[in-house]
């Protein structure tokens, strides 16, 4: 790739605080208080694959392609893009867009940003797996690039759907730290950022010179509120006009209230448990707490028991109250890469315990199911549920779920035995989290990036391989439902359920529900 030349630039906003308003203020006032649940990591929008991380930087930053709320592509900084041969794409850029700073955005900040991803120091989640399958670039001039992969590769643009553009100009300043201190956060985005306090919000205001729809406010304060109770607490008090992820045991009542209004759809994102496949693993002991010298979860038997032993039916209605489908797989119904013959296990304690007797295992053994208390939705009650149930089989689990950005250090370290986790495929197909997450670890190929627990299948890799390789649609989609089969087989991951995204807010305001989960205050308007 090109390597773009370093200039440094101070950010020209003053990183000051802005004086809220009230959220019952008039229209006039343009200016939006909303709180999110889930807290972002870092600034740095090549930082970590993270949902939370990714909605917050789409205030700020663009892609080349993005996704509309249905998770369609549609153009961004790039008008179009075609492929000339099996082997280069092309891209053609906007013109007349700038950035924050006023410099305007050419070929040379798209470079800049490919050779940076990679480089990105301590990524617990790196956002080289969307970049990987470019071997080179060219600028054929300032709004023209050309994109070479070795073989055909047509999720290209769907992968550049995910990689935010950065100005060239950081290349002085670029470490994570400068854009969480606000002073290389600058991008083509609606929103420039005025402030930045990690773990307690973000503010911005409006950015003039957008090159897209102008949002409706002229300042937003971001807030971030991983307590359900303190951020429906806010919403009710008119503190916060709008919030996302309400907690489904408020659900039934912020519905009843005429002064608020529900915004929701099912979203792309699964939850799910990892089984560790290394040969030993540091939270598995015998039922008495005694060593085991074998990982009981590389035995197929045991992860089937493990899967089957979770009432996800229950799960779903009891404690999601609905707002969840349980799953086998990780798309919903209805998208692409989908398996229609795939479904959820189904619950059969009896035969759990058969299988945990046929492994050697018929007085169970204990386990420790860590997972985070502020990620995903009512994630700790359904990691106690889950213990209660394998409880049932012999399996006695301790659960350790802890705030989310404790948990992403342990689960980067990949010190757990049996992580709860979630992935949400924003791309609007599976190509990014079967690669991600159950391809064999490869980092020259970009492979496995999340992948902690070892899972490795030839047959699978092999499989997803010719998938990325496949220019034909439909075809692409039965190779990706096949290595999903092939991991389900093996059961490679325990999937529970397709959680659905619910907002809520004042009445008066009007929202684009997103199936990709991230909130975004340009998708808010008054009604």
């Given at each position: 790739m090109?390597?773009?030349?370093?200039?440094?630039?101070?950010?020209?906003?003053a990183m000051l605080p802005i004086a809220a308003r009230a959220p019952g203020a008039a229209e006039a006032d343009a200016t939006l208080q909303m709180a999110v649940g889930a807290v972002p990591t870092s600034l740095d929008p090549h930082y970590h694959t993270l949902t939370?991380?990714?909605?917050?930087?789409?205030?700020?930053?663009?892609?080349?392609?993005?996704?509309?709320?249905?998770?369609?592509?549609?153009?961004?900084?790039?008008?179009?893009?075609r492929l000339i041969d099996e082997t280069t794409w092309e891209f053609r850029l906007r013109q007349g867009v700038t950035f924050h700073n006023g410099e305007p955005f050419t070929a040379r900040d798209v470079l800049y940003t490919l050779d940076r991803v990679p480089q990105v120091v301590n990524s617990p989640g790196s956002f080289?797996?969307?970049?990987?399958?470019?071997?080179?670039?060219?600028?054929?001039?300032?709004?023209?690039?050309?994109?070479?992969?070795?073989s055909i590769y047509p999720l290209l643009p769907a992968d550049l759907s995910q990689v935010s553009i950065i100005w060239h100009g950081v290349a002085d300043y670029s470490q994570t730290g400068d854009f969480n201190t606000g002073r290389a956060a600058i991008g083509t985005?609606?929103?420039?950022?005025?402030?930045?306090?990690?773990?307690?919000?973000?503010?911005?205001?409006?950015?003039?010179g957008y090159w897209g729809e102008a949002p409706a406010w002229s300042r937003v304060s971001y807030r971030f509120i991983p307590n359900d109770g303190a951020r429906v607490a806010a919403l009710r008090a008119g503190d916060i006009a709008f919030i996302d992820a309400v907690p489904t045991a408020d659900l039934a009542r912020v519905r009843s209230?005429?002064?608020?209004?529900?915004?929701?759809?099912?979203?792309?994102?699964?939850?799910?448990?990892?089984?560790?496949?290394?040969?030993?693993t540091a939270y598995v002991a015998g039922p008495n707490g005694e060593p085991l010298s074998v990982n009981p979860l590389r035995d197929?038997?045991?992860?089937?028991?493990?899967?089957?032993?979770?009432?996800?039916?229950?799960?779903?209605?009891?404690?999601?109250?609905g707002a969840a489908i349980p799953t086998g797989q990780f798309m919903p119904p209805g998208t692409y890469g989908h398996v229609p013959d795939l479904p959820a296990p189904a619950f059969d304690p009896d035969g759990a315990r058969r299988l945990l007797a046929e492994a050697g295992y018929p007085q169970g053994f204990t386990i420790t199911l860590h997972g985070p208390?502020?990620?995903?939705?009512?994630?700790?009650?359904?990691a106690q549920s889950i213990g209660q149930m394998w409880a049932r089989i012999g399996v006695k689990a301790r659960i350790d779920t802890m705030p989310y950005a404790a948990y992403a250090q342990r689960n980067a370290r990949s010190d757990t035995s049996i992580p709860f986790g979630g992935w949400a495929n924003s791309s609007g197909e599976p190509s990014a989290g079967l690669r991600g997450l159950l391809g064999t670890r490869d980092v020259a190929r970009g492979w496995g990036t999340v992948n902690r627990s070892g899972y490795s299948s030839q047959a699978y890799d092999a499989t997803l391989t010719r998938a990325?390789?496949?220019?034909?649609?439909?075809?692409?989609?039965?190779?990706f439902q096949e290595a999903t089969r092939i991991a389900a087989r093996d059961v490679a991951w325990i999937p529970l359920h397709v959680q659905k995204n619910i907002w809520a807010m004042r009445r008066g305001l009007a929202h684009a529900a997103r199936a990709d989960e991230m909130t975004l205050a340009q998708d808010v308007r008054p009604a």
């Open positions: 090109l390597q773009a030349s370093k200039r440094s630039l101070l950010l020209s906003a939370p991380n990714n909605a917050l930087a789409q205030h700020f930053f663009d892609n080349l392609v993005h996704r509309d709320a249905q998770a369609r592509l549609v153009p961004a900084l790039a008008e179009s893009w080289g797996v969307f970049t990987r399958a470019i071997k080179s670039a060219e600028a054929i001039d300032p709004h023209t690039l050309h994109f070479r992969t070795d985005g609606p929103f420039r950022l005025t402030a930045y306090r990690h773990g307690e919000r973000a503010e911005m205001e409006r950015n003039p209230e005429p002064r608020f209004v529900i915004s929701e759809t099912v979203s792309l994102r699964s939850v799910y448990l990892r089984p560790d496949f290394r040969e030993r197929l038997r045991v992860r089937q028991a493990l899967s089957t032993a979770i009432n996800r039916a229950a799960i779903a209605e009891r404690i999601m109250a208390n502020d990620r995903y939705v009512n994630d700790a009650q359904i990325l390789a496949t220019a034909d649609d439909e075809d692409r989609e039965k190779l």
